[in-house]
């Protein structure tokens, strides 16, 4: 059996390596942020946008992306002007899109459990050529941003103040950022679900984190890792009859584990690396650095 003779099959792979490239894409900014959750609150916001689609009869992915974009700029406008109150604001928002979007769905005419079920874990046999039409149109403007303005992006989630010292929009390349995640979010929801992206977004830097100790390495290899673990559990979930969404996370979290594993000899034997260079250098001088775990983005 050819996996790629049934056209939904390839509908799905391709939607897979896009959600593959751009949800670490991005996470690499928001893990940078101390925001590795917030792709989990913007899908909860999204599940509103998923019900209105059904309810106005429109395409459910361009609805979530205009109100997982929106939600998101109310994230950022709370992070800003929030304070204290501000983490209630934000439950409100998560549970309030969580809540909307069941409500519309079962308000639309076919609306179902099954439907909504489709969007929060992901579903291989429903992503249609329009889906793959609007996931090709947005992930282009994912790859678009964060790699065309890499070194704003990075330079404002490393130090806020010292990029607002050196001239860069803090404020709007901030508001770029939510806007992209919550762009990625919409795109991830036909292959992983609405639930699970955020893992997709997050779990794949933390491995490449393991083994890399620049920006660069880091967002190359965790691009790598997320193109190969949906490509693995879109393939996997058609044989096996398995959910794709879950899989696929499954997968990118044993690629964590499995790279931590082979992390530590690593840092232990460039530790002894740079002990035997600066004994050679000054033989009087025997003491041994600590070991130092792999750092993640010394540099663009």
Same mark, same amino acid.
């Given at each position: 059996m050819d996996i790629l003779d049934y056209a939904f099959m390839q509908r799905a792979l391709l939607a897979a390596v896009l959600v593959g490239v751009i949800a670490p894409a991005v996470g690499i900014y928001l893990v940078q942020r101390r925001q590795a959750l917030m792709g989990d609150g913007?899908?909860?916001?999204?599940?509103?946008?998923?019900?209105?689609?059904?309810?106005?009869?429109?395409?459910p992915v361009?609805?979530?992306?205009?109100?997982?974009?929106?939600?998101?700029?109310l994230m950022e406008l709370i992070r800003w002007y929030g304070k204290t109150r501000g983490d209630i604001a934000l439950a409100m928002l998560f549970y309030g899109g969580m809540a909307g979007g069941v409500m519309f769905i079962n308000l639309a005419p076919g609306g179902s459990n099954a439907n909504l079920t489709s969007y929060l874990f992901g579903s291989l046999s429903t992503v249609s050529e329009s889906d793959v039409t609007a996931i090709c149109v947005l992930a282009a403007f994912v790859v678009?941003?964060?790699?065309?303005?890499?070194?704003?992006?990075?330079?404002?989630?490393?130090?806020?103040?010292?990029?607002?010292? &050196?001239?860069?929009?803090?404020?709007?390349?901030?508001?770029?950022?939510?806007?992209?995640a919550a762009v990625t979010v919409t795109v991830a929801m036909r292959v992983v679900g609405l639930l699970l992206v955020s893992a997709l977004m997050v779990v794949p830097v933390a491995a490449a984190q393991q083994l890399t100790r620049s920006f660069a390495a880091t967002f190359a290899v965790a691009v790598a890792i997320g193109v190969s673990? &949906?490509?693995?559990?879109?393939?996997?979930?058609?044989?096996?009859?398995?959910?794709?969404?879950?899989?696929?996370?499954?997968?990118?979290?044993?690629?964590?584990?499995?790279?931590t594993a082979l992390a530590s000899p690593l840092a232990r034997r460039r530790a002894r690396?740079?002990?035997?260079?600066?004994?050679?250098?000054?033989?009087?001088?025997?003491?041994?650095?600590?070991?130092?775990?792999?750092?993640?983005?010394?540099?663009?």
């Open positions: 913007i899908g909860h916001v999204a599940m509103t946008g998923v019900g209105l689609g059904f309810l106005l009869n429109t395409s361009w609805m979530a992306t205009a109100v997982s974009v929106l939600g998101a700029v678009l941003v964060t790699l065309g303005l890499r070194r704003q992006l990075f330079a404002v989630s490393q130090d806020e103040e010292f990029a607002r010292v &050196t001239g860069l929009p803090v404020r709007a390349l901030n508001l770029l950022t939510a806007v992209t673990v &949906t490509i693995g559990g879109t393939v996997t979930s058609f044989y096996q009859d398995v959910p794709p969404g879950s899989t696929i996370v499954l997968l990118t979290i044993g690629a964590f584990i499995a790279l690396a740079a002990a035997a260079a600066q004994t050679a250098q000054d033989p009087t001088e025997c003491a041994i650095p600590a070991t130092r775990g792999p750092e993640s983005t010394v540099g663009v």
